[in-house]
Structures are given as C-alpha cells and as structure tokens.
C-alpha cells in the first residue's frame, strides 16, 4: 500500500506587496476611515491583517489645524482644508490608538 501525503503551508497574513488606499478625514469631533467593504466613511475602530500597506490620504475638515502621526509616519501640521498621504505598515498584532494633535479626535486600529 502507498500513502501519498500532501502538506500545505499556512497561508500568509496577507500577500506582500499589496498597497491599500484609504481616505482618512479629520474633523473637530471625529477620524473618519473608509470603510472596508463600502466607499462610507465611518468613525468606527479599524481592523487590519498584520503585514497589510496602507496609503491613507489624510484630509483636515476640521476648524483649527491638526497633526496626525501613526507608527512614525505623521502628516505633519494640516492647515483646515489641507490634505496629505501617509504610508503605514501594520506588522505587529495588537490595539492602537492615535489622536490628532493638538487635542483633536482619536482613532482606534486592531491588528490581528
């Protein structure tokens, strides 16, 4: 009798290279993400694949100016109206939070 056995790898977090574009929009009150299955902007927390690339056009729709950095990447300071792209690299498992500076809204991000 011959047994023929077949193993497979464990499938990768996600597939490397891949590049996500996100609009993320600050307001006075809220960091507003689009949503992961619809073009909806929602405040609701994020979730992500680790090892997943996102671009997030950053646009501030607030009243005063804000600063938005997320694991080392920062907009720098965005006058109202004013608009810039970040590149973030979710490789680690986890929960993060980050806030728009000065006292500006937060976010919420789980990686898993």
Known sequence: MIFACSASAAPATTTPG????????????????????????????????????????????????????????????????QGAPILVAWNRRGTYRFRAVPNGPRMRVVVY
């Open 18 to 81: 891949l590049l996500y574009v996100k609009r993320l929009v600050i307001t006075n009150q809220k960091i507003l993400v689009q949503g992961h299955k619809t073009r909806a902007l929602t405040n609701r927390a994020q979730h992500y694949k680790r090892g997943v690339l996102i671009r997030y056009e950053v646009r501030n729709r607030g009243t005063r100016a804000f600063r938005l950095n997320i694991l080392g990447s920062s907009t720098g300071t965005l006058a109202r109206g």
